[in-house]
């Protein structure tokens, strides 16, 4: 497809995992993102993923990268009400200079 | 706080006028790049500018101009608004041209009415 794809929607208990998936459209992709915004904020950087490694964490955050299906995850351990946000998955095209594709983003929600 | 600042914090203003958004980039940062975040498109890349010239254009309505200043700046200058032009638009930094960290501003609310 043309776009980087997200679920909207996502809805977690606390205490759980959340696993938000991402779905990306050039193979050649070089870096790889995932911001959270909260409500009526700017987007914060969570963390990045260069497209020669499979997986990097950090703390709570754990990124999966699948180069073969173009796909991308986000695994927050022990999602706390704090974590209730929009996280967005963006690409950085491995073709000139060029700037970060964004996803529609995905909306966390974590009940009490 | 991401060392990215944006100048002012909401705006309102009418249909048909002119407006200026302000960025300064994190310290050390060369590029700046400008989004617009909007209900129905999500966020668009609009412009980026690298150590004062313009390096990639996006989908940026020629209303629409922006430029870099030698202190490192920026200003997005939007103009003969329209309605549709209500949006979140940021401005995001980063040291170089080949990706790694990207950090963004909090945003300048924009409402045309």
């Known amino acids: 497809g043309e776009d980087v794809e997200q679920s909207l929607f996502l809805s977690v208990r606390e205490g759980d995992s959340s696993v938000i998936n991402c779905t990306y459209t050039?193979?050649?992709?070089?870096?790889l993102y995932w911001y959270k915004q909260e409500p009526g904020a700017g987007l914060q950087l969570l963390t990045y993923?260069?497209?020669?490694?499979d997986m990097k964490q950090d703390q709570r955050l754990t990124v999966l990268l699948n180069k073969k299906d173009k796909h991308l995850s986000l695994r927050i351990a022990d999602t706390q009400t704090g974590d209730s946000a929009i996280y967005f998955c963006?690409?950085?095209?491995?073709?000139?200079?060029?700037?970060?594709?964004f996803g529609k983003g995905t909306r966390l929600s974590v009940i009490a | 706080d991401s060392g990215v600042t944006q100048t002012p914090k909401h705006l309102i203003t009418a249909t048909g006028q002119r407006v200026t958004l302000r960025c300064s980039p994190r310290?050390?940062?060369?590029?700046v790049y400008w989004y617009q975040q909007s209900l129905d498109q999500g966020l668009q890349f609009l412009i980026q500018?690298?150590?004062?010239?313009?390096?990639a254009k996006g989908n940026i309505l020629e209303r629409f101009s922006a430029q870099q200043f030698p202190d490192l700046h920026s200003e997005l200058n939007l103009s003969s608004l329209e309605l549709g032009d209500s949006a979140l638009y940021f401005c995001?930094?980063?040291?170089?041209?080949?990706?790694?960290?990207?950090?963004f501003g909090p945003g300048t609310r924009l409402t045309v009415l």
């Open positions: 310290s050390g940062d060369l590029s």
């Open positions: 993923i260069f497209s020669n490694m």
């Open positions: 963006a690409e950085r095209k491995n073709s000139g200079n060029t700037p970060l594709v």
């Open positions: 500018y690298y150590n004062g010239e313009e390096r």
């Open positions: 050039d193979s050649s992709s070089t870096y």
């Open positions: 995001a930094s980063s040291e170089g041209l080949a990706g790694g960290k990207w950090f």
